[in-house]
């Protein structure tokens, strides 16, 4: 049986080496969704596609379907990654990890496509704390996983002020309603969700964070992504080891 050929924009996610001469990588691609390939021969010096296969690098590839897993066939360059600091390509990592873990392969969604390029255009040139945390955001939308802050998810009471909010029940819990072993969600952190779910990348504007409604805010997302995936993010460890 001949494998199908295919061709597609992609953002790479993620590149790992494989056996002695080859790469294996994640791509998010404009019009089949996540895609995991093998690029055979990649990591030769000679061969120009393989050298093109780095993280937040835009492609134009061409791969074959497999039965387990696609392969490159070849790819052109669109745009190589902006140069980076250890600090955004750490940020960007969250970013590609996040995806990986909400996404399923070969499902189409361009909006997801569109988001990474975006989010990772304009990292270098803002906050990348926040980049991530709003490319976060909406990467949870995007693929349903968002969790309900607008109301209390047990009596589905509508926010107001202060709350709390459950990782294990997927939401906002009212005063009234909480336990113990739920976290602070305080308003000003209700407030910054919806602000960074609605940041445009194409033109984003500055808005003014406080540091404590940021830190409140990424501490429930990343444990509710957590808990939605069932594994640590390695991304985040990486940032904990930078003092970030
Ligand atoms: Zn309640």
Not at 110 to 122: C, M, N, S
Request: with cysteine; charged share 20%.
């Amino acid at each position: 049986m001949s494998s199908t050929a295919y061709q597609d924009e992609v953002i790479i996610l993620k590149v790992k080496d494989w056996q002695t001469a080859d790469k294996y990588a994640v791509c998010f691609s404009r019009a089949h969704g996540k895609i995991p390939f093998l690029a055979y021969g990649a990591r030769y010096a000679r061969t120009t596609g393989g050298r093109l296969i780095q993280p937040f690098a835009l492609l134009d590839m061409q791969l074959y379907s497999g039965k387990r897993l696609d392969s490159m066939k070849s790819c052109e360059l669109i745009a190589m990654p902006q140069q980076m600091d250890i600090k955004q390509m750490a940020y960007a990592s969250v970013i590609a990890e996040v995806t990986e873990a909400l996404t399923e392969a070969h499902e189409p969604q361009e909006d997801i496509y569109e988001l990474l390029v975006g989010a990772v255009q304009i990292l270098s040139r803002n906050n990348p704390r926040l980049v991530a945390l709003s490319a976060i955001c909406k990467l949870l939308v995007l693929t349903g996983f968002a969790p309900v802050y607008d109301a209390c998810v047990n009596c589905a009471e509508a926010a107001e002020g202060d709350a709390f909010f459950s990782v294990v029940q997927g939401g906002l819990i009212c005063e009234a309603c909480h336990g113990g072993e739920e976290l602070p969600f305080s308003s000003g952190a209700q407030k910054l969700l919806q602000e960074l779910i609605a940041l445009d990348f194409n033109d984003p504007q500055p808005f003014t964070v406080r540091g404590g409604d940021l830190m409140q805010l990424e501490q429930i997302l990343y444990r509710f992504i957590v808990y939605q995936i069932d594994k640590p993010l390695k991304s985040l460890s990486f940032l904990a080891q930078l003092g970030l």
